[in-house]
């Protein structure tokens, strides 16, 4: 039954994939994850050590920048919500964000021209940093790895639901986004780094904790209502669905609601959201794979009562496809930039409520 009373998230060996010994437990592992917890940590998942760490030594030095550096890179210059944004900037669920990022994407071309869909603006290039040029070849790199991590990932998912391996690889967009996350320390002791939430900025989530493993802050939220620590496991990825999966599950697995608290030490993540196709719809996907999972084969469980109140644009069908849906996020999220790049639908989206 999907997200059960969970009190500690599954590690996900994936080099279990590697023979057919271990394959079919790594596949009967992976389907208890993601339809009954929808958290899970991978181990042993093929992104380079140097990789990872290059970008753990570089996030210090590039929030350390001086402010008339990040406000040259801002977000607010950018319409494809790629860029710099300051410590309580950002909202999640009507609530302060206590936290400053960097966004960056799959580098690809504004290519949007006046009567093509508002949310095709989202695909853009990125806004680097001119005083640190270092740090362009560590994010691309780290992109080009977790975009071949998570397409991995995803043909073991499909097996895991009796599938076709490459079931879910058309629903994947051309651009994945990132995000570099720093949260100060709170004088003040525990906050909200970010609030309460299920992610809708991508198909699934690849979080990097980039702190040492003391610092703490992750939580998911389980059927019961109960928040569960999700520990700091060196050499893992946190994973998590995102609204789009489990839209094109039919709820079978569930994107599980998660927050982030901040407290008394800076904290430092990295988030990787696989991109889901801007122009798919609610019909094809909830219709595609509808008959697969509505099956006896799998059972649909409930969610905490706080779960479901979470705002879920594309669960709910308000918008017809997901780059709307993503667009109309981004906007609420983000309002300044909405105003200035999205004017004529500013309104509908920020006071839809």
Known sequence: MATTNFTSVPIIDLSKADTPATRAELLEDLRHAVTSIGFLYVSNHGVPTHVIQSLVVALPKLFALPEEEKTKVALENSPHFLGYSGTGSE???GQIDKREQYEFATELQDDWREGQPSADRLKGPNQWPETYPALR????TYISSLTQLSTTFLHLVAESLNLPSSTFIPFLSDQHRLKLVHYPASETGAGQGVGPHKDSSGWW???LQASPPHIKGLQALNKAGEWIDIPNIHGTFVVNIGQGFEVVTNGVCKATTHRVLSGADERYSVPF???MRRDLTKEEAVGALKEH??????ARGDESV???EIDSAFLRGKYDTWGETQLRTKIRSHKEVGKK????VFDKYVNED
């Open 293 to 298: 999972f509505e099956s006896n084969e799998f």
């Open 341 to 344: 790049f999205y004017a004529d």
């Open 273 to 275: 959201f696989q991109g």
């Open 91 to 93: 909202t999640t669920a």
């Open 137 to 140: 070849p560590i994010v691309e």
């Open 205 to 207: 989530t690849f979080l």
């Open 306 to 308: 706080e779960g479901r």
